[in-house]
């Protein structure tokens, strides 16, 4: 069945009960009426065809007082019969007039634009006050159904403030401000038409039973060293320069999606995410980081700015970070790479390695003035194999200035690694470039003549 539009489709007794006596009018589903429901338009038509054709309405007092096709008022004490009734009711806002005029209650109608991914089971949920609880909307699926606003001559009022969400697993989430977005003083008894829609989410790859679980799943165990905190403000140094923000993520060494993951998981939370001192419900919290492309970037809220600590290091080139000051901030370049050894080396217990400039500034190698390369932590890129057959190394290719230099071009490296019983003297030139996918491979020959008895 679809909604009905048509008075025609509409049947006194059957979907339709009017009560002049306890002044009601009652919805019943069953015949044409389904929960699709019935525009306010369509009702209002029908009951002025009742009225003018049913020769025991006429005795009663008319219902309704139509304002436009979106808006009208319930007058001389009528109302609808009880909540499920006021439920079908779909494309028009009420107000709930008394028999003196006196406004009893107001209720809008909030209609959604745009699709669901899946209309059966996705279901939106509302704020209507500042830290309120969530409030799910009557069916799921695209919405279009009435909200109260004013209740009990205006003890309950809730025209100031209306928030909706629509979040679900694996889904791109969506949002609405309506107040802001549409530029209301207050809210009245009429319909809202707004854009809400979502879309599989092609960044989250793990369900919420293994996100929650945390290190008791296996290869789980980033999100359970993960939090969020809200803060009055504090600086980070990013690049050499100190900015301030406000909201910070640990990401407890996970890779910037399951860093979005955990976070997109927190804010569907019906508790407190903030791991401060600070109470923040994860549900009606603002979003936090937005992907775009393969870059994750931290968005602005109106607590300030979100920061990622403790992110894997690879993905520095791919964080954009938002401060409190609303402006982008991200590091300098991080060029990253691995050594790779061969089993010569990794067999070889005492086996060590080490990375110079081939000539940084006039400080060559092969010559006492050699420097050896530094890592994006300022540690020299050296040390032992220790049987591993890679070391993953940085670089700050944008500010690394040893030597003489010249920031952001590519580092010419000679790299030396040699063992004693396995692993002959082996070394090997390149360039560091600006990418993330750099290789210094030794490839060390057997050492057939190392004697030390």
């Known amino acids: 069945m679809t909604k009905i539009v048509d008075p025609s489709d509409l049947g006194q007794g059957t979907e339709v009960i009017f009560d002049p006596t306890g002044k009601t009018i009652r919805l019943i589903t069953g015949g044409t009426l389904s ?26 007092s008319f219902p309704f007082e139509g304002i436009t096709a979106e808006q009208f008022e319930l007058i001389n004490g009528w109302d ?23 406004t009893v209650e107001e209720y809008m109608n909030l209609t959604t634009l745009g699709s669901f991914n899946d209309s059966l089971n996705d279901r939106a949920y509302y704020q209507q ?14 919405v279009n159904q009435a909200i109260l606003i004013y209740a009990n001559y205006g003890a309950e009022n809730y025209k100031s403030y209306f928030k909706i969400y629509l979040r679900e697993q694996g889904k791109i989430y969506d949002f609405y401000d309506l107040i802001t977005e549409q530029n209301l003083t207050v809210l009245t008894y009429k319909k809202y038409a707004l854009p809400l829609s979502n879309s599989e989410d092609l960044k989250i790859t793990h369900e919420d039973w293994q996100i929650a679980s945390g290190s008791t799943v296996p290869n789980m165990e980033p999100y359970n060293g993960m939090s969020i905190t809200w803060t009055t403000g504090d600086t980070r140094d990013i690049g050499g320069t100190g900015y301030t923000f406000s909201i910070f993520i640990d990401g407890s060494g996970g890779t910037a999606e399951q860093i979005y993951e955990f976070v997109q998981w927190s804010l569907r939370q019906d508790i407190d995410i903030d791991a401060g001192t600070g109470s923040v419900t994860g549900q009606t919290a603002e979003e936090l980081l937005q992907f775009i492309g393969d870059t994750l970037k931290t968005l602005y809220t109106t607590d300030g700015g979100v920061y990622i600590d403790n992110f894997l290091e690879a993905d ?138």
């Open 129 to 142: 006050v500042l830290d309120g609880a969530a409030i799910d909307t009557v069916y799921p699926g695209e």
């Open 35 to 60: 929960d699709d429901g019935v525009t306010l338009q369509c009702l209002y038509s029908f009951t002025k065809e009742e009225w003018k054709d049913d020769t025991d309405l006429i005795k009663f």
């Open 80 to 102: 609808f019969y009880g909540q499920y009734s006021r439920q079908l009711i779909r494309d028009g806002g009420w107000a709930l007039k008394n028999t003196t005029g006196g």
């Open 316 to 453: 520095t080139n791919r964080l954009q970070f938002t401060d409190d000051t609303n402006t982008i901030r991200t590091f300098p370049y991080v060029a990253t790479g691995n050594l790779l050894f061969n089993d010569n080396l990794v067999n070889d217990a005492v086996a060590r390695y080490w990375v110079f400039f081939t000539n940084a500034g006039g400080n060559a190698w092969n010559t006492p003035d050699a420097i050896l390369i530094q890592d994006n932590d300022d540690n020299n890129i050296m040390g032992y194999v220790s049987g591993r057959t890679s070391v993953s190394f940085s670089f700050d290719y944008d500010n690394n200035s040893q030597g003489g230099r010249t920031p952001g071009t590519e580092a010419a490296y000679t790299a030396i690694a040699i063992g004693l019983s396995t692993g002959q003297y082996v070394s090997t030139t390149g360039s560091i470039t600006r990418t993330t996918a750099n290789v210094i491979n030794f490839v060390a020959a057997l050492e057939r003549n190392y004697s030390n008895p």
